[in-house]
Structures are given as C-alpha cells and as structure tokens.
C-alpha cells in the first residue's frame, strides 16, 4: 500500500469524523429548542444527506427513510382496512340494537301481560280448571334453588291457585337440603313420603315431593337389581332358556314394584337458564309437557297462571 492510499483513507475517515460531528452539534442544538430555548438552531452548511448516510447513524436514517416509503405505499390500504372495519363495527352495533328492542319490547309485553293476569282483570283465568293437572313438577336451577325464599313463594302461589300434588326438583339436590325451612314457612304442607290415609288432603293442604338425581340413579340401581335377581331364578327353574331381553316396560314394572316409580307429572315448569329438563328422571316424563319459565328471580304470578291455563287446553292423545 503506498502514501496515497493511506492519505486517502485518511482523508475518508476524517471526513466521517466531521460530519458525524456535525450532526450530534445540530441534533443538540435541537434538542436545546424542543425545551424552550429561543435560539435559533442553524443548520450547519456542511450538513447535507450524503454526510448524514455517511455519518454512524446512516443506518437509523436508512430505516426511517424506509418506513416513510412504506407508509406512503400501504396509506389506501391502510384507509380501506380502516372503513370495513368501522363498517362491521357500525353494522354489529345496529343488529346489536335491534335485538335488544325486540327483546326489551317483548319483556315489557310480557310484565304488562303477567300484572293484568294477576290484578283478575281477565276472568278466564280466575277459575283455572285444574282437572287435567292432577300432579305438578317444578324443575329449579341449582343455583337459584338457593333462594329459599323464592321457592316458598312458588310454593304459596300453587297452593292458592289450587294445586294439591307438587313435584319440586333440581340436580344437586339444594331444595331437599332446605326441607325444614320450607315446612316451617308452609304448615299446610305435607311430604309425600309422609301421606297416609289417616291425614287426608284436604282443600288447604298441599302434597309436596322433593326430587334430585340421587334418587333417580339409586331407583334404577335397585330395578336392575331385581331384574337380575329374578333372571336367575328363572334361569335356574327352567333348564332351556332362550335370550333374555330387558325392555323398558320391564323397567317400569320393576321401579313400580319397589315404590320408586312415583307419579308422571302432566306438566313441568322449568325455572332456570337452561331450556331442559334438568335432568328429571325420564322414565317420569313420558306424556310430560315441559315448558320454559326462565330465572327464578324474576318469576311473575301472572306467567305462572298463564302457563297452567295453557295447559287446560291442550287436548293429548295417548297411543297404545
């Protein structure tokens, strides 16, 4: 390498040095403005774009100047993502009130309806013919089965509407556990397992049966049971015996047998978010018409009537 490679190698660097210099002395002087300064900050002469790309901040400013390029290239894509997006947002909002409307509109329907109902304004629903509703199921969330108040309510609004044989049901059994303080709010109510012959159901007493899954799974387990049982004695008493086939009236006869059939309800009030039967046993609910009354909290007398009137007139047919 001789002596004018080196000196202009020298030369090179030196002019890095400078023009690195001068812009840290501009960029401070910038600085100095932005914080209230009122001196002006020149720019110095021998800054131009070439010193600062060959200054050791070029590539800060390559990649400043790049996202400059890249927003101005994307900027109407950019503003067309914007406005389909504010367009859904627009369009989900309306839809959003709409059926917020409908729902509010048929809430109020539905309070103006129950208050007329229970106010006795309308007579067809003052004498409710409760000769189709021999037996009643109430089927309660076991979250608002809690509210023992509520359910007590229930309770004393059947009883002067005149229902004699209610079922009350919920899947973890919470209403069994609050027996006691139901029966202490309700003397004019009796268990089923309680009824005999000698206490007879009067006009003001009520027949109450407190269900849960429990009893459904120990019932089944029994009948399969006895089931089993009598197989193998018919089995052993006969020495040619064909396949044996369980059915579901075998069932049926076999929870009848051990008492644990009880009565199928002609119609269940289900209270509760869930439109289901909540796990009722279903070898109960064969002619049953289930009917959704939603939360418990927010029950009305008059939807309450309405739905049992409803059911006065339905006409069933039952197949062989």
């Not at 002469?45 to 927003?71: A, E, K």
């Not at 939360?295 to 309450?304: A, F, T």
Request: aromatic share 8%.
């Amino acid at each position: 390498m001789n002596w004018r490679s080196k000196s202009k190698q020298r030369s090179d660097g030196e002019k890095q040095n400078t023009a690195g210099d001068n812009y840290l002395k501009w960029r401070k002087q910038a600085q100095l403005l932005r914080r209230g300064s009122r001196r002006t900050v020149p720019v110095p002469s021998s800054l131009n774009v070439d010193d600062i790309l060959s200054s050791p901040f070029s590539d800060v400013v390559r990649w400043i100047r790049s996202m400059g390029s890249t927003n101005k290239m994307r900027g109407p894509n950019c503003w067309t993502a914007r406005v389909g997006s504010f367009g859904l947002q627009l369009i989900w909002h309306f839809i959003h009130f709409i059926i917020s409307t409908c729902y509010f509109v048929l809430g109020l329907a539905d309070a103006v309806d129950s208050y007329v109902i229970s106010s006795g304004l309308l007579k067809k629903y003052n004498d409710l013919n409760l000769g189709k509703l021999r037996y009643l199921a109430i089927g309660v969330d076991s979250d608002e089965a809690r509210q023992t108040s509520k359910v007590i309510k229930l309770l004393q609004w059947l009883s002067d509407i005149g229902m004699k044989h209610v079922c009350l049901y919920d899947e973890e059994g919470v209403l069994k556990k609050s027996k006691d303080a139901i029966l202490e709010k309700l003397s004019h109510v009796r268990l089923f397992e309680e009824t005999d012959e000698k206490l007879p159901l009067d006009k003001k007493n009520m027949n109450l049966e407190l269900a849960s899954p429990s009893d459904g799974k120990e019932a089944v387990a029994k009948a399969a049971n006895l089931l089993f049982t009598k197989h193998l004695e018919l089995k052993s008493a006969t020495e040619d015996q064909g396949e044996n086939v369980f059915t579901e009236a075998n069932m049926s006869e076999a929870l009848r047998a051990l008492g644990c059939s009880g009565p199928e309800p002609d119609l269940l009030l289900v209270y509760g978010p869930a439109r289901c039967h909540l796990g009722f046993p279903p070898w109960r609910l064969r002619y049953t018409e289930i009917v959704h009354m939603g939360p418990l909290k927010s029950m009305k007398h008059g939807s309450l009537m309405k739905a049992i009137y409803k059911f006065t007139l339905v006409h069933q047919n039952y197949g062989k």
